[in-house]
């Protein structure tokens, strides 16, 4: 089955700084892109998302950027703040499979 | 909208026993997924259903199972648990389940076998 690396698996920043987080990917039919946050005790919540005919997706602090031709995704998050403090999770849909997930990246925003 | 709601949200059993977990959907929602969730594994894909039948099924052994009932609930069961079945077991819910829809996660069930 389709398989997303994800990198770095721990990420500290200062607060002010960004932060990038990127997944690789293998199956060029994978056409949907999600970014979860988990925080921790919580669940998994949807921030951010991006389909593959489009290249960028924008929503205040946050982007996504798809390369599909290099197959990897990146979630940039700008100014981080310390609430940004979390596990952040990429996935994708390759056909008619259900999503898979990276392993996670745990950020930490120092204050 | 209610969102998705799991039943219990923690659980201690021992080595050989079974349980049985819960999930309700957002109303709306017919296609329900559960996820295993380790510090090691991250989440990974249990099975989905859809209209009370399953319509994917992840790399997990027979002892993992679910079903669906007609009000979209559903309810998944590991039986002759092991040590290793100790995890966060997470269920999300979408609208008909199309692979660009966004799913919804419940809050967890914790379950630590002994």
């Known amino acids: 089955g389709e398989n997303v690396e994800q990198h770095p698996s721990t990420l500290s920043v200062q607060e002010g700084d960004s932060a990038v987080i990127k997944c690789t990917y293998s199956?060029?039919?994978?056409?949907?892109f999600p970014w979860y946050k988990q925080e921790l005790g919580k669940r998994p919540q949807l921030i951010i998302d991006i389909r593959s005919n489009v290249g960028e997706k924008k929503d205040q602090r946050i982007a996504v950027t798809l390369n599909k031709t290099a197959k990897h995704f990146s979630l940039h998050i700008t100014e981080t703040q310390p609430e940004d403090s979390a596990v952040y999770f990429c996935?994708?849909?390759?056909?008619?499979?259900?999503?898979?997930f990276g392993k996670g990246t745990r950020l930490s925003v120092i204050a | 909208k209610a969102g998705v709601t799991q039943t219990p949200r923690y659980l201690i059993k021992t080595r050989g026993q079974q349980v049985t977990l819960s999930c309700s959907p957002i109303?709306?929602?017919?296609?329900v997924s559960w996820y295993q969730q380790t510090p090691g594994q991250g989440l990974q894909f249990l099975f989905e259903y859809f209209s009370e039948t399953q319509r994917n099924k992840g790399n997990f052994p027979g002892r993992f199972s679910g079903r669906q009932f007609s009000n979209s609930r559903s309810e998944m069961n590991v039986s002759t648990l092991e040590l290793g079945d100790s995890a966060l077991y997470l269920c999300?819910?979408?609208?008909?389940?199309?692979?660009?829809?966004?799913?919804?996660f419940g809050p967890g069930t914790r379950l630590l076998v002994l």
């Open positions: 199956d060029s039919a994978s056409n949907y």
């Open positions: 996935a994708l849909n390759s056909g008619n499979t259900p999503l898979v």
């Open positions: 999300a819910s979408s609208l008909v389940g199309q692979q660009t829809e966004t799913q919804y």
């Open positions: 109303s709306g929602h017919r296609s």
